[in-house]
């Protein structure tokens, strides 16, 4: 059974030292608390050495683990915090580097790596173009979006250039999560990153974000759009169908009713696809199986926070038919992204 | 088979004609946003007046509506936004005399209603004072509190006196839903009640105030104290086996670790037991079932803004063994409020 990694993550040496430099005061300053967040007590902890040499590892190291494990294919993106948090013209430079560096790894070891586009959405033109750019120049097959840019969320319609642009290519964005919006980040911080990440920050803020896309109408305007959530779907699958019964109700608010034609489970179903990364919990797997079912689930490891081994034992042992295992390793990733 | 709603409210018009004056100008300033979304687009409007009608009664068409769907108990308690958000003097007494009015219809109902206290926890010392009142002179099972109280949260220790109270009594506290706190509420504004209130932004704010709880170390202090959250655990099950993963992990920060003594879902199982208010959903409560079992788990219809009706037909359905159901419908909530 062909598995692949439909979430794994790479650093590049230039963006990591552009992070470390933390040069542009006035938005750092916004974003202190996430910058604190993620440098002190995310992975570069001494404890994560090996982490961040195995996030710069895009040749023989990485293919090893993949094979020690059998996985056969990783779906490579920038890992976040990505550069949505810089200004405009640093992350358009940054995303651009960052994918011309994945281009040269995706081309040295054909069919084993798939590349994900960086984005820096904050200008919206340029990384609209510079996803048709990577799609179109470097093969790569989608993009990932690290939740809110700067302070707004994606539901802001001058961000739906970059959509517009998916929808031709029919390609997905990946809508990652980072530590939530400066707005709440306080509120989950008093616990650290524990609590702020991914214990339930990181859920809380994308789940969020992917109901406000829903919301807004953008799958109305682009009903051909695909997203996909990590996470088995950051919580939004449990959710569904109380999300459905809520909106149903007479007594609901006009805000949301006079934006969408369907009821938003079936934009759940229709536009977003789900990974099981870091989610090797047979429970909760099974209850977004029920509910979305395999043709909208992929396998993911989300290497090299968590571990090839232990991700693909969990699979192999999943109660569910051979058919629809082989979808959630590979089928439903080789049909959204076009590699069979 | 006896069925219990362990989640049902009530309203006095008392506490009504208190909230739509709108006297305390400074602290409703801070909570517009939270006081437009519950009166204005929330409970009152044209649509609810049926709504209104039966949340204002305690008598015989609150018993009528039980008996046409063969409910036996409701465990009653003030409907949010209850008494969280006042001064500290207008709700110890607002708190006083809600529960007054429940504890008479308890007892015109006896073996039918169960109480839950309102509680005012701004003033920690009067709130623990009225736990013990409503406990031994009004016979209540238990208090309910409606998530943040201003802009804390209760794992603020000056609060810790109330669930002293509540462990040496014996009796849970139902940690309930509420607009979320005000620092994230705009986040959730932007579509209404709808994003805000039981879609998302109910369960976001709750399962954030739980895991406070627990990562504050208050149960370790009070080991036996116990915890109800609503709608299948406000998806902090769904998360159950991703927190713990997380935490043991050797980077995650230590904000967490020197205040906990147990994995973090030793204590949910420990700690907390869940109801099925307004989650009518198979795949999320077989889930649930199977991460924490039937001993953990309450019907609740969270009558009347759901349907007695709906709710028992979903449980009559449900494909679990009759054994499991028994306690669903009735013996967890038997054990713990002591209702046998």
Redesign the interface.
């Known amino acids: 059974m062909r598995k692949y990694d439909t979430e794994a993550h790479f650093l590049t040496k230039e963006y990591q030292a552009y992070l470390q430099s933390r040069k542009e005061v006035p938005r750092e300053e916004m974003y202190k608390g996430f910058l604190r967040l993620w440098f002190d007590?995310?992975?570069w902890?001494p404890?994560?050495a090996r982490?961040e040499e195995k996030l710069l590892d895009l040749g023989d190291g990485r293919i090893r683990d993949m094979d020690e494990s059998g996985i056969d294919v990783q779906i490579l993106s920038l890992t976040a915090p990505g550069c949505e948090q810089f200004s405009a013209d640093v992350g358009t430079e940054q995303a651009r580097k960052a994918n011309d560096v994945l281009a040269q790894a995706v081309r040295r070891y054909p069919g084993r790596f798939i590349g994900l586009a960086a984005l820096a959405p904050q200008n919206p033109t340029e990384a609209a173009k510079e996803l048709e750019r990577c799609v179109k120049e470097l093969g790569f097959k989608g993009a990932k979006i690290n939740s809110h840019v700067g302070l707004d969320?994606l539901?802001e319609e001058k961000y739906w250039p970059i959509f517009e642009v998916a929808e031709k290519l029919d390609v997905p964005i990946h809508l990652h999560p980072v530590t939530p919006?400066p707005?709440?980040l306080?509120?989950?911080a008093?616990?650290?990153?524990?609590?702020s990440?991914?214990?339930?920050g990181f859920?809380?803020e994308t789940?969020?974000h992917a109901?406000?896309l829903i919301?807004?109408g953008l799958f109305d305007r682009y009903p051909r759009l695909k997203i996909i959530l990590g996470?088995l779907g950051e919580?939004l699958v449990?959710?569904?169908?109380?999300?459905d019964?809520?909106?149903r109700k007479?007594?609901?608010?006009?805000?949301?009713k006079p934006r969408i034609k369907k009821a938003?489970s079936q934009y759940i179903r229709d536009n977003f696809v789900v990974t099981t990364s870091?989610?090797?919990?047979?429970?909760?797997f099974?209850?977004?199986l029920?509910?979305i079912g395999a043709d909208r689930i992929m396998f993911a490891v989300d290497y090299p926070y968590e571990s090839n081994e232990e991700a693909v034992r969990w699979l192999e042992q999943v109660p569910i038919p051979d058919i629809d295992k082989e979808r959630v390793a590979h089928v439903t990733a080789d049909r959204l992204l076009k590699l069979g």
């Open positions: 007590q995310g992975v902890e404890h994560a982490l969320y539901d919006h707005t709440m306080g509120l989950y008093k616990y650290g990153f524990a609590l990440g991914p214990v339930l859920g809380a789940a969020l109901l406000r919301f807004s996470h919580g449990f959710w569904i169908w109380r999300i019964f809520t909106v007479p007594w609901i608010d006009e805000e949301v938003p870091g989610m090797f919990a047979t429970p909760a099974m209850s977004v029920h509910e």
